[in-house]
């Protein structure tokens, strides 16, 4: 995982400095995060989301929809009734997004990898290799200067402990 984050730090890095007085091409997001599977009563835990993106095409009058890579880590500790519950999964993903005419409200689709793992009782995931992993998004910005965005997501996988469901809330820097 970290030479993960190690290359997809680079790229996002060397291409701010290309692309550097052009917009708002950053975002964060901080949200919760509902995984679907179902093993050991992982699905009826909540846990967090934090991203990272940056769009190499940023949306334009003529030019409705962008393009970037984002950087994603999912994950929850939880000790109660006797088992205790973690769960992680990080991803990197190409993503999309077609912004509404007239309207704040914009679609998005990610594809890329995702690893992670997960444990509950006596149950453990772990794997030490990545998948394909993709999302589909939905969301607004919620002020006139665009900065900031609420967002609802399903991650689907080829790995059940890598799907999900997010709602999150973002700022464009």
Known sequence: MRNLLVIATALVASSALAQEGKGRPWHVDLGVYFPT???????????????????????????????????????FRLKGGGDKVDFSVSQISAFGRYH????????????????????????????????????????????????????????GSSEDYLRGFGVSIGYRF
Do not use: Q
């Open 100 to 155: 509404l005419k007239d309207s704040p409200v914009f679609l998005g689709l990610g594809l890329g990898y995702g690893r992670g793992s997960a444990s509950s009782g006596n149950f453990t995931v772990t794997d030490n290799s990545s998948h394909f992993a993709y999302f589909v998004e939905a969301g607004s910005f919620v002020n006139p200067g665009r900065t900031l965005y609420a967002a609802a997501r399903y991650t």
């Open 37 to 75: 599977f179902s093993v050991n009563g992982i699905s009826k835990e909540v846990g967090a989301t934090l991203g990272l993106g940056y769009s190499f095409l940023r949306p334009s009058m003529e030019r409705p929809y962008e393009a970037g890579l984002e950087l994603r880590g999912t994950g």
